[in-house]
């Protein structure tokens, strides 16, 4: 019955199914996307948005309610947890930021301070571009002492 019927071959593209999924926008204008998060403008923080990716896709859409779409990403590997950022969010985040913090000096950890003298030393160590200069002490005689030990006090 099967040999029959003539079917037409498959076509050469896949279907056009678009994964639509609604998302409220984090505080700082991030939404999660299968264990990613990615920008939205500041505007729409708090807000509802709706997550568009059409299958087989490596972008994904995401639009207002009312259907305008706001950011085109890149989808990252799903679960890696990392922030994909687009730099005109990140720049009208940090104007927002910034206008609404009390004038004058930022708060320490908020200030980018380049790395002091003992942070460069401690680079090139690691990197091998200078000896260490501190002595290596063995720790044999601490290793000895575990080892006849038998209570935890």
Known sequence: MFAAERLRPLPPIVF??????????TRQALIDWRG?????????A?????????????MIDIATASGTVVARHRVAEPGLGVAIRDTGHVTAVEAIAMASAPPGRPHRRKERIPPGAA???????????????????SLAAYEQAAKNRNTLR
């Open 119 to 137: 942070a460069l030393r401690a680079a090139q160590v690691l990197t091998g571009t200078e000896q260490p200069t501190t002595t290596v002490i």
């Open 46 to 58: 708090a807000a509802r948005v709706e997550v568009r990716q059409r299958l087989g896709a490596d």
């Open 36 to 44: 990613n998060r990615y920008s939205v403008p500041p505007e729409l």
């Open 16 to 25: 056009p199914v678009i994964i639509t999924e609604e998302r409220t926008a």
